[in-house]
């Protein structure tokens, strides 16, 4: 009886634990670990048409640093910061332009080696490099 307790329980609280929509289910590395690193995409996915596109991706690759840094091979550079559980925010900018852009990303899957965004219904897949 006490194992079979103790096993809802694990059950429990593994799946609870599980912030992103798309996993993983559990992970020893905090989310900061895991995001820092260099992407490249691997896919788009727009959901209200079903539609997957692996050809002819935006080419250039995303850094983020852990000291909240940006960087895009492209020269866009700028911040990024966590927003509440699953948001991801990056303002960023061109060399030699002032503006400033800003996006919020929900954030469905984040691994060590794959990372998905999410904004208005479209899904972007990124790949560790």
Not at 60 to 88: A, E, I, R
Request: charged share 25%; hydrophobic share 30%.
């Amino acid at each position: 009886m006490k194992l079979n307790t103790l096993l809802i329980v694990i059950v429990f609280l593994i799946t609870s634990c599980t912030k992103y929509e798309d996993g993983p289910l559990i992970t020893f590395r905090s989310k900061t670990k895991r995001l820092c690193k260099t992407w490249s995409y691997q896919s788009i996915i727009y959901t209200e048409q079903g539609i997957t596109v692996t050809t002819n991706l935006p080419k250039y690759k995303m850094t983020f640093n852990k000291d909240g840094l940006y960087f895009q091979d492209d020269g866009y550079t700028g911040n990024w910061k966590f927003s509440g559980d699953v948001g991801l925010e990056i303002n960023k900018h061109k060399q030699n332009n002032d503006t400033i852009e800003n996006i919020v990303w929900e954030i469905t899957r984040l691994s060590n080696k794959e990372l998905w965004l999410r904004k208005n219904k479209e899904e972007h897949h990124f790949k560790a490099d």
